[in-house]
T-cell receptor, first 112, second 116 residues
Framework: GNSVTQMEGPVTLSEEAFLTINCTYT??????LFWYVQYPGEGLQLLLK?????DKGSNKGFEATYRKETTSFHLEKGSVQVSDSAVYFC???????????FGAGTRLFVKA | GAVVSQHPSWVICKSGTSVKIECRSL??????MFWYRQFPKQSLMLMAT?????????EQGVEKDKFLINHASLTLSTLTVTSAHPEDSSFYIC????????????FGPGTRLTVL
């Protein structure tokens, strides 16, 4: 079945450091891939998405590229801020289905 | 952008009582809504898929008689936790699908349920 695996956290970085959160997936067909962010005590917010191979999703300085050959969708940001501290979820859904499968989440702490 | 609301945002109830959680799409009609459950420091687990005017489809292992879902209109779905017990304490999150050419899923802010 479909699944998403992302790196375990927590990840602790200093402000302005480079961020990478790895995400790989297993899926039949051609899923859409997503990164969601959850700030403390809040629901999920869509951060970025990519719907086909080689697409790059980007938002708020974050970006991720849909790599079909490596079944990966790693999240990157060149310079993190304290306000980026949150839990990040990688997710996939099959076209037309919208049953979203989430990874376990990676907690990010950014120190000033 | 599209907004999905949930009410209440948090609720505390006694064991054995029932609790209803509402999920509304505020500026679009949602043909499909989803209910998720999130345990502390864990990921979201899909509980059920709710289509307007039809019975919800529950994921394996989710008790449909315990978690009653009603999708009465294109903007409202409700989740009722019946005869709640402390192990039902969790963060419940709904999402709604817009459909159409720009088919997108939006998540509600979540409802924290604590059963004493």
């Amino acid at each position: 079945g479909n699944s998403v695996t992302q790196m375990e956290g927590p990840v602790t970085l200093s402000e302005e450091a480079f961020l990478t959160i790895n995400c790989t997936y297993t899926a039949t067909g051609y899923p859409s891939l997503f990164w969601y962010v959850q700030y403390p005590g809040e629901g999920l917010q869509l951060l970025l998405k990519a719907t086909k191979a080689d697409d790059k999703g980007s938002n708020k300085g974050f970006e991720a590229t849909y790599r079909k050959e490596t079944t990966s969708f790693h999240l990157e940001k060149g310079s993190v801020q304290v306000s980026d501290s949150a839990v990040y979820f990688c997710a996939l859904s099959n076209t037309g289905g919208f049953k979203t499968i989430f990874g376990a989440g990676t907690r990010l702490f950014v120190k000033a | 952008g599209a907004v999905v609301s949930q009410h209440p945002s948090w609720v505390i109830c006694k064991s054995g009582t029932s609790v209803k959680i509402e999920c509304r799409s505020l500026d679009f009609q949602a043909t499909t809504m989803f209910w998720y459950r999130q345990f502390p420091k864990q990921s979201l687990m899909l509980m059920a898929t709710s289509n307007e005017g039809s019975k919800a489809t529950y994921e394996q292992g989710v008790e449909k008689d315990k978690f009653l879902i009603n999708h009465a209109s294109l903007t409202l779905s409700t989740l009722t936790v019946t005869s709640a017990h402390p192990e039902d304490s969790s963060f419940y999150i709904c999402s709604a699908r817009t459909g159409g050419d720009a088919d997108t899923q939006y998540f509600g802010p979540g409802t924290r349920l604590t059963v004493l």
